[in-house]
């Protein structure tokens, strides 16, 4: 073999692990990771692990992890350093964009959402620090959103029509009836515990609250 071409394989080689370490998430652990919304705005993702399961090396960019299960991960690092969360339910945290191996450590399973934040660079939109009918408490902040634990009151609603000019992702806490129309689509009403759905900015939408009782949610604020 020519020495150019013995170099080029040898570049190859050695750039391979590399490539295997920046997977995506989905392509390289579907077994643990299942996508609920794919849009130019977000990508959100349902994540799963047994006691004891564990990935493989895979990237992440910037994103909103909501934990709906108590647990303990412990992440391996590129460099091979160990990185240990305990992960509280119905909490939020932001992370910036990396590589991680995570494990399940904790004898509990991990149920979680994961909203990735999509774009070039965050946005410019004004995050609501209130909003009519609505308690909202905020639970993670970063550069691109925020999260916010939000109780929807027994009276909430939003007329039709109703718009924003940010971007947001609706996680339930719990079985809620609550009606949700966006963009003059059949109302979703019946909602159980991990549904998600993506409200765009400027998009007609149409709420109400029509379970008689305040109802908690998890939103994700996009910039």
Do not use: C
């Amino acid at each position: 073999m020519k020495r150019a071409n013995l170099v080029v394989v040898i570049a190859a080689l050695v750039a391979a692990p590399a490539a295997v370490q920046a997977q995506d998430a989905v392509k390289a652990d579907p077994a643990h990771y299942k996508v609920l919304i794919d849009n130019a705005s977000v990508r959100v993702l349902e994540i799963n692990y047994a006691a004891g399961g564990k990935s493989v090396m895979h990237e992440h960019p910037d994103s909103i992890v909501v934990p709906l299960t108590a647990s303990k991960v412990e992440f391996t690092l590129p460099d091979g350093k160990k990185q240990a969360e305990t992960l509280a339910k119905d909490s939020a945290q932001y992370s910036p964009a990396g590589k991680h191996n995570p494990q399940n450590v904790g004898t509990t399973p991990v149920h979680a959402i994961l909203v990735e934040f999509k774009g070039a660079a965050p946005g410019k939109a004004t995050l609501p620090a209130n909003r009519p009918g609505m308690q909202l408490k905020t639970l993670a902040e970063g550069p691109r959103g925020s999260a916010y634990l939000s109780t929807a009151g027994a009276d909430f609603s939003e007329p039709a029509g109703s718009k924003h000019d940010f971007d947001q992702v609706v996680i339930a806490l719990s079985p809620v009836s609550l009606s949700l129309s966006i963009d003059g689509k059949p109302a979703k009403t019946a909602w159980k515990r991990g549904d998600a759905q993506f409200i765009g900015r400027g998009v007609a939408h149409e709420a109400k609250n029509t379970g008689g009782k305040a109802a908690d949610m998890i939103i994700v604020a996009i910039k």
